[in-house]
């Protein structure tokens, strides 16, 4: 053990080490989906709100993320227009609460991120891209 109680690589036994790796990927995902969470946001409907913001204009809608659209809508962060004169096209634009919510999503999950580079700040990063290519 080193003096911060984690167990050196070369002692960690390979089956344990990959249900540490999964249960980290897990809780990493959750603190990301809370911290969007607390803003009414899932990762999906941040993505969504990001790509409107950075279109700056209407974005057609798809039928894979009809129902997203109809939540976003729904909390007042996107509007739908429908186009008759192409019908059955359906657009979405942003609304001022959606370009609010989605900076403050941004800046949460960029503080996530600097969160998480902290606490591999220590690591051979290298070392552990490699392991990671190897599980790919």
């Given at each position: 053990m080193?003096?911060?109680?984690?167990?050196p690589a070369?002692?960690t036994?390979?089956r344990?080490l990959v249900?540490q790796?999964?249960?980290t990927?897990?809780?990493?995902t959750?603190?990301?989906?809370?911290?969007l969470?607390?803003?009414g946001?899932?990762p999906?409907g941040?993505d969504l709100?990001?790509?409107?913001?950075q279109?700056r204009e209407?974005?057609?809608?798809?039928d894979?993320v009809r129902?997203?659209?109809?939540?976003l809508?729904r909390?007042?962060?996107v509007?739908?227009?429908?186009?008759?004169?192409?019908r059955?096209r359906v657009?979405?634009?942003l609304?001022?609460?959606?370009?609010?919510?989605q900076?403050?999503g941004?800046?949460?999950l960029?503080?996530a991120?600097?969160q998480?580079?902290?606490a591999?700040d220590?690591?051979?990063?290298?070392?552990v891209?490699?392991?990671?290519?190897a599980?790919?």
């Amino acid at each position: 053990m080193t003096p911060t109680g984690v167990r050196p690589a070369q002692e960690t036994r390979p089956r344990s080490l990959v249900f540490q790796l999964l249960g980290t990927a897990h809780s990493v995902t959750v603190r990301l989906a809370e911290a969007l969470g607390e803003l009414g946001l899932s990762p999906a409907g941040l993505d969504l709100l990001t790509r409107l913001a950075q279109a700056r204009e209407s974005l057609r809608v798809d039928d894979d993320v009809r129902e997203l659209v109809v939540m976003l809508e729904r909390d007042g962060l996107v509007r739908t227009v429908r186009n008759e004169a192409t019908r059955p096209r359906v657009t979405i634009t942003l609304t001022a609460l959606g370009a609010t919510r989605q900076r403050a999503g941004a800046e949460r999950l960029a503080a996530a991120y600097r969160q998480l580079a902290r606490a591999l700040d220590d690591l051979d990063g290298a070392a552990v891209e490699r392991a990671l290519s190897a599980l790919r």
